[in-house]
């Protein structure tokens, strides 16, 4: 069956015209597969199988939708639900707004990368193309600054609409040009060219002139591999996020009661009253554990869960009321107690070995400091301090 198939190559109509939109071919095989779909092969197609960093075209076959599209050694097979017969005359329809979208990004891609190696001497190493994320990857680090002035260039050459072509070089005319590729291919080499600016060995389908991309964004980017990846966006895609955008500065303005181009210093007010909320709240929340501590008769307090980052503060004021150990608790019977303990110029060794084997203790210190946490009731917690470490408490 997979000789039949070799036979009956598909002619790969997206090499032909890339923006073909329909097309009509006949089924050279079909047969079921381990999870209950069919792979299918045609005659001729223009669905792109994932391929080249890129995820395959959608559209449909005689109105039922392709799931998948993958190409194997050099045959294009169209995952599809139900049964199409050997023989079967069909029309495939592409997504021509998914095909578009990715000739947008895979055509800047080119671009951006043409000038990268350009100005850097830098290699595309990785690109990758779906429909949530589209990243590039080179061997050497860029900048901000560099980033900015590589994103400027490359929407200039989008303006300026450069001539798109691509072709199969015969292997004599290969060896004299100079082209980008991140593999050596041997056989079926086809390039890329974007006039005056790059010439790179891709099989993926492309626009015809530069001006389609419309704009590329660089949206993020970061040291990876000892190199630099960056998260783009082109043409399509780039507009909609620079409406998702818009909407947000929308709604924070609205939010914030202010203008859009006064949003920056509404925030960073807003983060000032934080702030200063913030440092009201922790000194009444030291005032709260304060009292508690004022009100203890031992020199060991539990806190509730809102003061638990201040242990430390409540050892401390039971330290200037007591002498001897002094110990703070935060948590509940259920998921345990963390904990705080001083004894100034005593030796807690011994009172760690006894909570590690009674309360299950987690934790350690030393100079007359412990902490960490532990199992068990507030109540057998209290009786074991109060009752059993009577020595500790003494001055």
Excluded at 282 to 299: G, T
Excluded at 332 to 358: P, V
Aim: with cysteine; hydrophobic share 35%; net charge negative.
């Amino acid at each position: 069956m997979f000789v039949c198939y070799f036979l009956l190559m598909s002619e790969k109509l997206y090499y032909k015209d890339p923006y073909i939109k329909e097309f009509e071919a006949t089924v050279t095989g079909c047969f079921v597969m381990a999870d209950g779909r069919y792979r299918v092969s045609l005659d001729r197609t223009a669905f792109f199988p994932e391929e080249g960093g890129q995820t395959p075209d959608k559209g449909t076959i005689n109105g039922m939708p392709v799931v998948d599209v993958i190409l194997e050694g050099d045959e294009v097979f169209h995952i599809v639900y139900n049964l199409l017969p050997e023989g079967t005359k069909v029309k495939g329809e592409i997504d021509w707004d998914h095909r578009f979208r990715n000739m947008q990004m895979h055509t800047g891609e080119h671009i951006f990368s043409g000038l990268v190696h350009e100005k850097f001497g830098f290699n595309n190493v990785g690109f990758h193309l779906s429909d949530n994320s589209a990243t590039m990857d080179y061997d050497g680090k860029l900048s901000e600054e560099d980033v900015r002035i590589l994103e400027d260039l490359a929407n200039k050459v989008i303006r300026e609409g450069h001539e798109i072509v691509t072709f199969f070089p015969s292997k004599e005319e290969a060896e004299s040009l100079d082209y980008r590729s991140k593999k050596d291919i041997a056989d079926g080499l086809r390039l890329v060219k974007i006039e005056g600016v790059d010439l790179c060995a891709c099989c993926a389908p492309h626009l015809k002139n530069t001006q389609e991309v419309g704009i590329i964004m660089v949206t993020s980017f970061e040291n990876y591999k000892g190199g630099t990846r960056l998260n783009y966006l082109c043409g399509e895609r780039a507009y909609k996020d620079y409406m998702r955008l818009v909407d947000l500065e929308t709604a924070l303005s609205r939010l914030l009661n202010s203008k859009k181009e006064d949003i920056y210093a509404a925030v960073e007010k807003l983060q000032g009253s934080v702030s200063e909320l913030e440092f009201s709240n922790v000194a009444l929340r030291r005032m709260r554990v304060s009292n508690i501590c004022e009100n203890c008769e031992k020199s060991v307090v539990f806190l509730t869960g809102d003061d638990a980052d201040l242990l430390r503060f409540a050892v401390g004021e039971l330290k200037s009321r007591f002498c001897g150990l002094c110990a703070a608790f935060s948590g509940d019977d259920e998921k345990g107690y963390r904990f705080l303990a001083e004894c100034d110029g005593g030796d807690l060794t011994d009172l760690s070995e006894i909570l590690k084997e009674r309360f299950d203790m987690k934790g350690g210190g030393r100079n007359g400091l412990l902490q960490g946490s532990l199992s068990g009731s507030k109540s057998e917690i209290e009786v074991f301090l109060l009752n059993e470490c009577q020595n500790l408490f003494e001055c």
